[in-house]
């Protein structure tokens, strides 16, 4: 109800119940039944005063709202009657949300690998920022590094740095607490020095490299481990939460152990002396789990998703992680070519070269660091399965997700390469992001990038671009303007057609727009399967007469893309076929647009395609007049009523009798056939225009009373050779047994 509304409601069902000592004190008006529950809670300390006062007392009752079931209820609770309140703590099974965590969190088992070598690298990566503060830390000169030995027999993995270690009670609070990430302790108090160091005038070293947040990932290897042991030894002091350093366990090695279901055993090592700095993990493995003591697949997890990873990894002694991440770089110019090439090959599993590629750091809306390359082929053109995308995720060179398919648009799955971010929100298994709303502007920032880029490409070396890259991946492009709504006016910019004007040269829609004559207020293009087919099309004869260009489309896509752009640049794009197309070139001037009716610089080509005007002034004197052009229309329109809904007398057609208008695009037609196999292949009726100055059609209007039936056969096949002209005669078989006839009664006249 309107607030008003309940409001009187209320305030009459307390006065009614006045007699009543409980309702007498809930009598005053101010009811606040507009308020949340969190905000009533918070007047529950209001004493109830002047319970028997009038309605002008406006005394106070607190009121909150019950929605346990589907309708309101009202009801006051007096503050005076309430307790003192309790806090108490969430209780939580430890053993259950370990098992949580162990067997629910992560999609894949093999991300354990993962996760505990990012547990290694923060190891690795505080030691190193602990170095940088003091060059007189223990183990100055010592080689940073992970090394991860697999013994199948055994069934026993262990994973080892060389990294800070840990105290007996950094063990109790990391290993022994849920949730509680030593990595983002670490961060927060750099963070605090940092801000300390400002005021005072100092400052903390970066140690943004820290790769940690959630204080799970260590929990993963219970997933394939039936037993963990932990030894560890830390060397540096600890810094207490009061900010001053601790000896407290440093130099001491200590041996964790755990079964993962709820409880772990911490003893000292008799031999700390002879233990070195940093921390072993020992997994050993379920029997379902074998294969991860195995080096082939150890390696193919490490190549995969820690290859990155900024410390040396050691395999069985081998080193693994031979590329480098050349998005971190904070000197692009200073990575060479071959590098470029050994690290495109890497992350797209190509052997090609790439013919470009683009570096791009930014901070704003979040810092992403993305190294995109472009391929010089691809094998969907070999009627492969459509290619999974090829952009990977990375946090802090750490792999989240392989070929993500929300970091670009499907329509660009042929790039390849990385994007990495530090700021992205992660779910707590940092296999996905979380927020979708960011994941769409980082996608929309990185797509107008990778337009922009290949704008600049194709400006700095046109032939290139056309021959070698629009080439291989123009069908992406177009794909993209057909799918992607948003920027599909700017992927118009970088697709390239064939051109009427100029043979073996593509042209932009930017320089067929740059070169209209200014009569000129449309775009123009024809479907044909190839140049010369476009060339001889009786719809092109008018534009070429008078000098204006025509954009050929050759494959079955170029008629959606047309369709889905609609127009450019302010001016429609359209089919010389269509009728709005041949309104346009008749209203325009002939002499306005003469000038530029040898545009294709090969006039000796020009002369011979026009071959046919020479007999077109032959038969001008032959050309039927207004009267009998309009008599030999009507007699078309009753000979092929079934299959014409219009004749008309066009003065655009040269060397062709007939062609027919306004007609669906023969490529759509055959899409929607394909799509829809009981749609048939019954054209619709079509409109027609006839050439009255064509020989063919001059001497049919004098055999349609001489030889009927002989006339109506040559009826019937012009109108077939303006659907074949069209491409919508679905089988030119059917034409045979007419042109026999009409051949035979040639061959009996002669």
């Known amino acids: 109800k309107p607030k008003h509304t309940m409001l009187r409601a209320t305030t009459r069902l307390l006065l009614r119940r006045g007699g009543s000592r409980t309702t007498r004190r809930l009598t005053p008006l101010r009811v606040l039944w507009t308020r949340p529950v969190s905000s009533i809670a918070n007047h529950r300390s209001q004493t109830v005063s002047g319970s028997r006062s009038s309605l002008a007392g406006r005394s106070t009752v607190n009121c909150r709202v019950n929605t346990s079931c589907g309708s309101q209820r009202w009801f006051a609770s007096d503050a005076a009657q309430v307790e003192a309140e309790e806090s108490h703590s969430f209780g939580a099974e430890v053993g259950r949300i370990l098992e949580i965590v162990t067997h629910s969190l992560y999609t894949d088992r093999e991300v354990f690998l993962r996760e505990l070598i990012s547990n290694a690298s923060d190891a690795l990566e505080k030691q190193r920022y602990l170095r940088t503060l003091s060059s007189e830390a223990e183990g100055a000169d010592d080689e940073l590094e992970i090394r991860v030995e697999s013994d199948e027999d055994g069934k026993v993995l262990k994973i080892t740095d060389t990294g800070v270690g840990m105290t007996k009670s950094e063990l109790m609070a990391h290993l022994g607490t849920i949730a509680k990430s030593g990595s ?247 296999e996905t992001m979380q927020d979708s709303l960011l994941i769409t502007r980082i996608n929309r920032v990185l797509t107008k990038r990778v337009i922009k880029h290949l704008e600049k490409q194709a400006k700095e070396d046109s032939d290139k671009y056309s021959k070698q890259f629009f080439g291989e991946f123009g069908n992406f492009l ?103 197309a041949h309104k346009d070139i008749a209203a325009m001037s002939k002499t306005a647009l003469s000038k530029d009716e040898g545009k294709d610089g090969d006039k000796d080509k020009a002369d011979e395609e026009d071959g046919a005007s020479e007999s077109d002034s032959k038969n001008e004197t032959k050309k039927l007049d207004e009267k009998q052009g309009a008599e030999i229309a009507s007699w078309f329109q009753t000979t092929l009523s079934d299959r014409v809904s219009s004749v008309a007398v066009s003065d655009l057609l040269v060397s062709f009798p007939a062609v027919v208008v306004g ?34 059609v001059v001497q049919l209007f004098e055999l349609r009373h001489s030889k009927p039936e002989l006339a109506k056969l040559v009826a019937e096949q012009i109108f077939d050779n303006a659907l074949i002209a069209a491409d919508l005669l679905d089988s030119p078989r059917s034409m045979l047994a007419r042109l026999n006839s009409i051949m035979e009664q040639a061959t009996l006249s002669e």
């Not at 005038?201 to 039936?226: C, L, P, R, T, W």
């Not at 190294?371 to 082929?377: I, R």
């Not at 490529?667 to 196999?677: G, L, W």
């Not at 225009?689 to 064509?694: D, G, K, R, S, Y």
Request: aromatic share 10%; charged share 25%.
């Open 184 to 430: 983002r302790a670490f961060l927060q108090e750099q963070q605090k020095q940092a801000q300390q160091g400002e005021q005072g005038g100092g400052g903390s070293k970066d140690a943004s490299n820290i790769i940690g947040q959630f204080g799970v990932g260590f929990y993963s290897a219970f997933m394939v481990a039936e037993r963990v042991e932990v030894i560890t030894k830390r060397t540096e002091p600890v810094v207490g939460e009061d900010g001053k350093p601790s000896s407290d366990g440093v130099g001491v090695a200590y041996h964790w152990e755990s079964d993962g279901t709820g409880a772990y055993k911490i003893a000292k090592l008799a031999d700390s002396d002879s233990v070195p700095r940093g921390t072993q993990i020992i997994l050993h493995l379920r029997e379902d789990a074998k294969e991860f003591a195995g080096k082939y697949k150890v390696e193919q997890i490490v190549r995969k998703y820690s290859h990155f990873v900024g410390f040396p990894i050691m395999i069985n002694g081998e080193k693994i992680n031979t590329v480098g991440a050349l998005w971190a770089s904070s000197q692009p110019s200073s990575i060479t070519e071959e590098q470029h090439t050994e690290f495109y090959r890497y992350v797209a599993n190509a052997f090609d070269e790439p013919l470009y590629r683009m570096h791009l750091n930014t901070d704003v809306p979040i810092q992403i660091s993305a190294l995109f390359y472009f391929p010089s082929t691809h094998l969907e053109k070999f009627g492969q399965a459509r290619m999974d995308p090829g952009v990977s995720l990375y946090s802090r060179k750490v792999l989240i997700q392989p070929k993500c398919p929300t970091i670009l648009p499907d329509w660009l799955r042929f790039v390849k390469g990385v994007v990495d971010s530090e700021d992205i929100p992660l779910n707590i298994s940092r």
């Open 478 to 580: 177009k794909e993209g303007v057909c799918t992607d709504f948003e920027h599909k006016n700017d992927i118009a910019k970088l697709l390239r057609f064939e051109s009427s004007v100029e043979e073996g040269r593509l042209t932009s829609l930017d320089e067929y727009v740059s070169q209209m004559a200014p009569e000129q207020q449309n775009i123009y293009y024809l479907s044909a399967p190839n140049r010369q087919y476009a060339l001889s099309s009786p719809y092109f004869e008018a534009f070429k007469q008078r000098g204006v260009e025509v954009l050929f489309m050759h494959q079955t896509i170029d008629e959606f893309v047309m369709k889905n752009l609609g127009e450019y640049s302010g001016r429609k794009l359209l089919s010389i076929e269509s009728a709005d």
């Open 663 to 696: 007609h669906e695009s023969a490529s759509m037609r055959r899409v929607m056939q394909f799509v829809d196999q009981n749609m048939g292949n019954q054209l619709p009726k079509q409109k027609l225009e006839l050439n009255v100055a064509h020989p063919v």
